[in-house]
């Protein structure tokens, strides 16, 4: 959470946003300066929060937590980080997200599953463009870390500081490995 409660706190707009940010990258840095424009506040979900040290999640929720409220340091954004486990029930999924943030009325999403459940709860959703979209995507930052290529550029400077501190790229190679440690 960060700056400064900008209005009236009975006049909030208030947002929500969720991915599972393995790893925060610039394309969410950028849907989230565009969300700070139309907003007071914002709610950022992290998705799969339980998920950790597997191929596709390798950072825990903790580690996601420090990406996003580092890299947002700079935005003139009050935020939330709040940590959203899986439920499996996607029927139920809306109701789960809202007992775990503050109120919020406008939910923002690209991901088509998320934005049906919000509409069907009666939310307003809205979309973003996609950004860069064949670089700035989580699984080809994961895909580039296994290979060795340069991923640090698709990610804003605190992201790729938090993935050295946590050893990051060491263990989403050992966990990415077939067969046992010989
Ligand atoms: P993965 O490849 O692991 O699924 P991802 O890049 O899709 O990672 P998510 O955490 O799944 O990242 O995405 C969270 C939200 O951000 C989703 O609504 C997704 O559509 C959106 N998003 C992801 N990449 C971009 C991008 N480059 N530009 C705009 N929105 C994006
Ligand atoms: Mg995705």
Redo the contacts with the bound molecule.
């Keep these: 959470m960060a700056g400064n409660r900008k209005s009236n706190p009975k006049q909030v707009r208030r947002a929500f946003?969720?991915?599972?940010?393995?790893p925060?990258?610039?394309?969410?840095l950028?849907?989230i300066s565009e969300i700070a424009r139309e907003v007071d506040e914002l709610v950022i979900g992290i998705?799969s929060a339980q998920m950790s040290h597997t191929p596709?999640n390798p950072f825990t929720a903790g580690e996601r937590i420090l990406m996003i409220s580092r890299s947002l340091e700079e935005l003139d954004l009050y935020f939330y980080v709040i940590p959203i486990p899986d439920i499996y029930r996607n029927a139920e999924w809306v109701a789960h997200v809202r007992s775990m943030t503050p109120p919020f009325s406008v939910a923002?999403?690209?991901?088509p599953l998320?934005s049906r459940l919000f509409y069907e709860s009666g939310y307003a959703v809205k979309h973003?463009?996609?950004?860069?979209?064949h670089e700035?995507?989580?699984?080809?930052?994961?895909r580039r870390m296994l290979t060795g290529e340069g991923w640090e550029q698709l990610v804003p400077p605190a992201v790729a500081d938090v993935v050295e501190e946590v050893c990051g790229v060491d263990r989403l190679r050992q966990v990415s490995m077939k067969g046992d440690i010989e």
């Design positions: 946003y969720i991915g599972r940010f393995q925060f990258h610039n394309g969410h950028k849907v998705g596709e923002y999403s690209n991901n998320v973003s463009p996609m950004y860069n979209r700035y995507s989580g699984t080809e930052i994961r």
